[in-house]
Each structure stands twice: as structure tokens, then as C-alpha cells.
């Protein structure tokens, strides 16, 4: 018995030690792509402001956006899941220290 509860605390920490790694780089993931959109639409702001043409730029900041967007999306969807896999895997781990 001893030896089972040792390999669910292990586990226990896996899974912890998992998440946070998928979780940081996607964070870092998420904040790179956020720094380049934030780049570009500053330099759209410079040529509006500079009366140039912005067509060729406009394109680029808006899929920069769509594409920060999307990843910080994921990075919720991955967090909301893996909290609930953590979640559950802690329960289990209390109820059967408990038998």
C-alpha cells in the first residue's frame, strides 16, 4: 500500500511539473507573438501617420493579431484542462489515501 501511495505522489508531481511546462512555453509562445503584432501595428500606425499607403502592411498586422489571439485562446483551452485533469487526478490521489 505504502508503495502505491509513493507512486501516485509521483504521478501527483508529473503531472504538475507537465503542466507548468506546457503552460510557459505556451505563454512565451503567446507573448512573442503578441510583441511582433504590437511591432507591426506600431509601424501601421507610423505610415498612417505619415500619410503613406498601408495597404501592403494592413494584411500582416491583422493576421499578427488573429495569430496572438488564436494562442492565447489555446493557452486557455490547455489551462482549463489540464487544471480540471490536476483537479481530478488530486481527488483520486485523497480518496484513496483515505481506503
Known amino acids: 500500500m505504502r508503495h502505491k501511495t509513493f507512486l501516485l505522489q509521483?504521478?501527483?508531481?508529473?503531472?504538475?511539473?507537465?503542466?507548468?511546462?506546457?503552460?510557459?512555453?505556451?505563454?512565451?509562445?503567446?507573448?512573442?507573438?503578441?510583441?511582433?503584432?504590437?511591432?507591426?501595428?506600431?509601424?501601421?500606425?507610423?505610415?498612417?501617420?505619415?500619410?503613406?499607403?498601408?495597404?501592403?502592411a494592413k494584411p500582416t498586422v491583422s493576421y499578427l493579431q488573429g495569430a496572438a489571439t488564436r494562442?492565447?485562446?489555446?493557452?486557455?483551452?490547455?489551462?482549463i484542462v489540464f487544471g480540471l485533469v490536476f483537479a481530478s487526478f488530486s481527488l483520486y490521489i485523497k480518496l484513496s489515501k483515505e481506503r
Open 10 to 56: 509521483a504521478a501527483y508531481i508529473v503531472v504538475a511539473i507537465c503542466f507548468a511546462l506546457i503552460v510557459a512555453a505556451m505563454t512565451l509562445d503567446w507573448v512573442t507573438k503578441y510583441t511582433v503584432y504590437l511591432q507591426q501595428r506600431d509601424e501601421l500606425h507610423r505610415l498612417i501617420n505619415a500619410g503613406m499607403d498601408i495597404s501592403a
Open 71 to 79: 494562442q492565447l485562446n489555446k493557452l486557455k483551452d490547455v489551462s
